[in-house]
């Protein structure tokens, strides 16, 4: 049902930007959220967004440097990432929510996508 994209290469201190794309109208209501899981880790938090684009939610890691965003028109869902670190190097997966707001409980949300890799030299 979504389908990230923008992943790759990048040095460290550069930038990148992840997209997700509902294939249907599965998540205009819902918050989303972005995860991310590196080699050997469990899969972690990094941002999610209340349905409206009201609320947003950051992982301590990543704020400051991470900007959450959606276009509802749009069925999508992005992820502005500045300032990347090598410790930002994993697989990144777009998640819808059970409800209207985003949540850092990997267990609230029932869509994923398919993951997008992530890469920071240094």
């Known amino acids: 049902q979504l389908q990230a994209s923008g992943g790759g290469l990048v040095q460290a201190g550069g930038s990148l930007r992840l997209s997700c794309t509902a294939r249907?109208?599965?998540?205009?209501?819902?918050?989303m959220a972005w995860f991310r899981q590196a080699p050997g880790k469990a899969r972690e938090f990094v941002a999610a967004?209340?349905?409206?684009?009201?609320?947003?939610l950051y992982a301590d890691s990543v704020k400051g440097r991470f900007t959450i965003s959606r276009d509802n028109a749009k069925n999508m869902v992005s992820l502005q990432m500045d300032d990347l670190e090598p410790e930002d190097t994993a697989v990144y997966y777009c998640?819808?929510?059970?409800?209207?707001?985003?949540?850092?409980?990997?267990?609230?949300?029932?869509?994923w996508g398919q993951g997008t890799q992530v890469t920071v030299s240094s």
């Open positions: 967004i209340s349905w409206r684009g009201q609320t947003t």
């Open positions: 249907r109208r599965t998540s205009s209501n819902n918050g």
């Open positions: 998640a819808t929510s059970r409800s209207s707001y985003g949540s850092r409980q990997l267990s609230d949300y029932v869509y």
